[in-house]
């Protein structure tokens, strides 16, 4: 039988870097996947609870993260596993960020929405930076901040999707709702049920969520990315001026 040999021109620690990047992509792109699996199971229990509040756009968000991960393993398979343990860190970090301002909330407490928001879009920014200065490619940058995003955004839609189905009645839930004013946008609602309310103002959370932090992930990679690209040329054009 014939033996597979390496390409000549192919360096071995080359080869070994390009398959060793595509199993940490791959890896990552699985388990962004089975965290929309997830929310989605979140989604239709909700719906399940409130047959009038319907997630289908929530959903389409969803689908999009997913098809997303799916296309960025094949794009981002040369890229060092380095940069997919760094976007996993950061999108990590944005969900410790994001969770901890639901719960303060939870114990009576406003959160302070700009020190957060600052936090998270830095870390999906430091995500893109690191990838671009290591490829020196922009789009690598959007693929890692944008992922970085979807973990943040994922365990963010999923803790309170699921915190309201197991506090749902608790004296915890009721304390939150008069934190967020739940109380006040109903009564403005119109709408007959408290319960199909919530379910639908959570529906419209998830969706918001998860759409603009998708976009402001891509565009904080954008950013960050040419960023980096300038001041990486700008270096070079500094080092050969000196020599």
Not at 10 to 18: D, L
Request: aromatic share 10%; with cysteine; net charge positive.
């Amino acid at each position: 039988m014939r033996q597979r040999t390496r390409p000549e021109h192919v360096p071995a620690n080359t080869a070994m870097g390009i398959v060793s990047g595509s199993h940490a992509a791959r890896r990552l792109a699985r388990g962004i996947q089975a965290s929309v699996a997830l929310v989605l199971v979140l989604l239709a229990y909700g719906w399940r609870l409130a047959p009038a509040a319907v997630p289908i756009a929530a959903a389409a968000v969803l689908l999009a993260y997913a098809l997303f991960a799916h296309v960025s393993v094949a794009i981002a398979k040369e890229a060092s596993p380095r940069i997919q343990w760094v976007t996993l860190a950061c999108g990590v970090a944005s969900a410790a960020v994001l969770i901890r301002a639901l719960v303060v909330q939870y114990f009576g407490r406003a959160a302070n929405n700009a020190p957060m928001v600052t936090i998270v879009f830095a870390m999906w920014l430091v995500a893109g930076i690191t990838a671009t200065a290591r490829t020196r490619r922009i789009r690598d940058a959007v693929i890692a901040s944008t992922l970085s995003a979807q973990i943040g955004s994922l365990a963010n839609v999923g803790f309170f999707l699921a915190s309201y189905y197991v506090l749902r009645g608790s004296a915890l839930q009721e304390q939150f709702f008069r934190i967020e004013g739940t109380y006040e946008d109903f009564a403005r609602s119109g709408v007959g049920d408290f319960g199909t309310f919530v379910i639908g103002d959570l529906f419209g959370g998830a969706f918001f969520h998860l759409l603009f932090g998708g976009l402001f992930g891509a565009v904080l990679g954008t950013l960050g990315g040419a960023v980096t690209i300038g001041i990486i040329r700008v270096l070079k054009r500094h080092t050969r001026s000196i020599v």
